[in-house]
């Protein structure tokens, strides 16, 4: 198939015939203003507010969990999350290369140091067999958790993430991490409204934590929820993620060092009109990825669509090219004729600050570096 055909079809299936398309665009069709307009009239626009507390009952309600927090973005989320579940400096925390730098950082932000193991090339996310056979080959069960052998250092937490909103096998990644005593934290930045058989991505481990940045299915301007079916966990987390104040009418005492991460009102009254929205944006994705499953069909190239039991949310969709250079030459004429594009992140062990840290031989993940690429995704 010709470049020129993709690059066609795109612009009418976005009826945009001159503009620069982009890869997601948000959408505020709702009561996103009337919400917005609301919480500054009532001046009520900083961390305690109603929009905060009702964001938060609505993604317990969405991903069907006992708990969620509202932060102030994904990575602090996720950051959050793993000193929850005890992540200390000096540990090891399980992960995938193949991510977008914030799960890597969080890692850093608790001192603990990032171990990259290979993705799924199904899923494009963290391998069930890639994770049991660094486990065999290093794991040693103690009494105080699971130790790596050959550095000495305990295995404090496994972070899988659901790349593009397709979900990871996670029932499996977290069977895996049951029988090894490791605890779960879900990246479900990219995974607002996918599921696996039925229930909610981020709601499989301990903690599951998802992203309203600009770019995702939804957005709060900038925000995070942590979701836990663990209450004492959740109620942590909001401790944590409020200074660590101990209630009081009127006196401040904190009793650890805690974190100002609260997501501000005034983004929550945004956030919540956009998640009315959810099941609008899904459905009309769902569409565009159907379309996309339609125009593709037959070309030799692949689209991505979602596994058998899963449903995807089809936040940023994804074909296959041939290699390297077939990607390249698609990413220089698609972005030359405005509409974005864009390739899967550079692999965290690529990066200089990651490149000293454990990881696996990287197969999968390296064949989709090189072959995966983000087509125009946003709500029509
Ligand atoms: C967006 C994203 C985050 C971080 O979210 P922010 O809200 O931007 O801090 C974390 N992990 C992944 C995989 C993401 O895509």
Redesign the pocket.
Known sequence: MNYQEIISFIRETFSEKDAHILLHKPVFSGKETDYVLKTLESTIVSSVGEFVNRSENMMSEIAGTAKAVAVV??????HLALKLVGVNSGDEVISQAL??V??AN?ISYTGAEPVFLDVDYDTMGLSPNALQAFLEAFGEKRESGTFNKKTGKRIAACVP???FGFPVRIEEVVEICRTWNIPVVE?A??SLGSLVKDKHTGSFGDIG?F???G??IVTAG???MLVTNNIDLGNKAKHLSTTAKMPHAFEYFHNEVGYNYRMPNLNAALLCGQLEKLDFFLENKRDLANQYQEFFHGSGIQFRSELPDTRANYWLMCIELDGKKDRDDFLKLTNEKGVMTRPIWTLMHKLPMFQHCYRDEQRHAEKLEERIVNLPSSVR
């Open positions: 973005n994904g990575t602090s989320g996720l991510t977008f914030a799960t969080a993430m659901h790349t990246d930045a990219e934590v992203s309203f940045n770019n995702k900038g925000g995070g």
